[in-house]
């Protein structure tokens, strides 16, 4: 449905709706805080997609540090169905959506080919340094 996600609200415990999973505002850091650094996809085709292609999404007190993608290809199904793209509170169900990055410092999009999607391929928020090659 969704070839790529990194998601720092991550539902997935008895407290995953409460208000501290649920926020986007930033929260102090402790040892609850996820701390996601370095991460590259590479040489990836993904056919058949539905939902997005990407949906990347750190936390606005501890961005996602560096998310490279290089030589990655993504298509949509012909008949693409709708859902969230990622387990977080608040999430629209979307279909065919290109690539949604929010909250990393560096995000490096390198020969990042999407066909199919409806509307931008690329929608960010609060991305330190966008480099696309």
């Known amino acids: ?3 790529f996600v990194i998601n720092s609200f991550y539902y997935c415990d008895p407290d995953g709706h409460s208000p ?5 505002e930033a929260l102090p850091v ?6 996601i650094r370095t991460l590259c996809f590479r040489n990836i085709t993904a056919d058949n997609c539905h939902v997005a292609a990407a949906y990347l999404y ?4 501890k961005k996602i540090s560096r998310v490279a993608m290089e030589h990655v290809r993504v298509t949509y199904a012909d008949s693409a169905a ?3 793209p990622a387990m977080l509170d608040g999430i629209r169900p979307v279909s065919r959506m290109g690539i949604f990055a929010g909250n990393i410092e560096t995000l490096i999009l390198e020969d990042v080919v999407i066909e199919g999607q409806d509307g931008e391929k690329i929608i960010t928020e609060h991305i330190e340094h966008l480099v696309k090659k």
Do not use: F, I
Request: without cysteine.
């Open 82 to 84: 709708a859902g969230e």
């Open 1 to 3: 449905m969704t070839p």
């Open 58 to 61: 750190g936390l606005p007190e």
């Open 30 to 35: 402790d040892d609850r805080t996820p701390d």
């Open 20 to 24: 501290y999973v649920a926020s986007k």
